[in-house]
């Protein structure tokens, strides 16, 4: 087990109005497995997921992460939590514009302090799990969609995160890109990492070893079979 909640609620407060954005929910995430996170729009799913990703602290409950309680820890042992345990992968990839895509995966481990020839050795593994070794050099822009989002999953795994977390990783994708990110995210949880992925497509349910859908801030589990 690499993450748990226990009882964990999120609510907003706006003037007088409280908003709840997750009910209480008791969930635990395990190596080795990839969770679908399902569910329309505003739902709770990307508040369920930035629970986990330790972007934001539980109104009530226990959250705990690569066994730390997180309701304990202050904003800089929360950061280090997340460079060193969770990589993030987004809709929108979020790489940098004037940076190739070598240097956008290499950014993790700069960040870490990584000595530059263990950054350089590390980014050449996560291209080449990915299968973008050919396209180091190129910037973004050159780049199609499917292979950005590669690239971002590539610096997910640089930093080699116990947790991968995805927001709608396939959303920006046609469906030859979307098999292919959805394969290699698969083959990340079967090789022994805990993969959480958000999405509101039906369509990737064949890829994942649990399934948990969130409507209205409530989360259940339901059947592969679905």
Not at 52 to 79: R, T
Not at 205 to 223: C, F, L, P, W
């Amino acid at each position: 087990m690499i993450a748990e909640l226990k009882a964990v609620s999120k609510e907003y407060k706006t003037g007088d109005q409280t908003i709840v954005a997750l009910q209480p929910t008791s969930l635990q995430l395990n190596e080795g497995e990839l969770l679908l996170i399902i569910g329309p729009s505003g739902s709770g799913k990307t508040t369920l997921l930035s629970l986990l990703g330790c972007v934001i602290y539980p109104s009530s409950g226990d959250l705990w992460v690569d066994g730390q309680h997180v309701n304990n820890l202050k904003e800089n042992a929360l950061a280090r939590l997340r460079l060193g345990t969770i990589g993030f992968v987004f809709q929108n990839f979020n790489l940098l514009a004037p940076l190739t895509a070598e240097e956008n995966v290499m950014m993790p481990l700069q960040l870490q302090g990584v000595r530059s020839a263990e950054a350089r050795d590390r980014t050449q593994q996560a291209l080449q799990t990915v299968g973008m070794t050919d396209r180091r050099r190129n910037l973004p822009r050159q780049l199609s969609g499917g292979q950005q989002q590669r690239i971002a999953i590539a610096r997910a795994l640089v930093t080699n995160p116990k947790l991968v977390l995805c927001d709608e990783p396939t959303a920006s994708l046609d469906k030859d890109s979307l098999e292919i990110v959805m394969h290699e995210l698969r083959t990340l949880a079967d090789g022994g990492k805990s993969v959480a992925v958000v999405t509101h497509d039906p369509r990737l349910k064949q890829y994942a070893h649990r399934i948990v859908e969130v409507d209205n801030g409530v989360v259940t589990e339901i059947s592969l079979t679905d």
